[in-house]
């Protein structure tokens, strides 16, 4: 059975930083895109940032280019979302997600698991 467990969410003030971690468990992810996206109150759940388990390539939302970074950390089974210079706007349930595919990952529906989710705030 396929578990994504996030963790590492929290309150911070604007400017700062937190690291977010998803371990993985349940089955390999070679070959698998992981993803980490975001649910504001009151919107769609939105795309941040992916990753693919070989080889590493990336792919980031605009909205947090040059702020966040995903990794991942293939010994662990384990995927990180590296948020730096917050703002408020970036307050949301952040959610890791694993995908089968490479191709369209930006869209919720191209994935096929989802972790709980854990919370971030962000003061002014």
């Known amino acids: 059975q396929v578990q994504l467990v996030e963790s590492g969410g929290g309150l911070v003030q604007a400017g700062g930083s937190l690291r977010l971690s998803c371990a993985a468990t349940g089955r390999t992810f070679s070959g698998y895109t992981m993803g980490w996206f975001r649910q504001a109150p009151g919107k769609e759940r939105e795309f941040v940032a992916a990753i693919r388990w070989n080889g590493g390539s990336t792919l980031y939302a605009d909205s947090v280019k040059g702020r966040f970074t995903i990794s991942r950390d293939a010994a662990q089974n384990t995927v990180y979302l590296q948020m730096n210079s917050l703002k408020p706007e970036d307050t949301a349930i952040y959610y890791c997600?694993?995908?089968?595919?490479?191709?369209?990952?930006?869209?919720?529906?191209?994935?096929?698991?989802w972790g709980q989710g854990t919370q971030v705030t962000v003061s002014s």
């Open positions: 997600a694993a995908s089968s595919t490479i191709v369209r990952v930006t869209a919720r529906d191209r994935y096929d698991y």
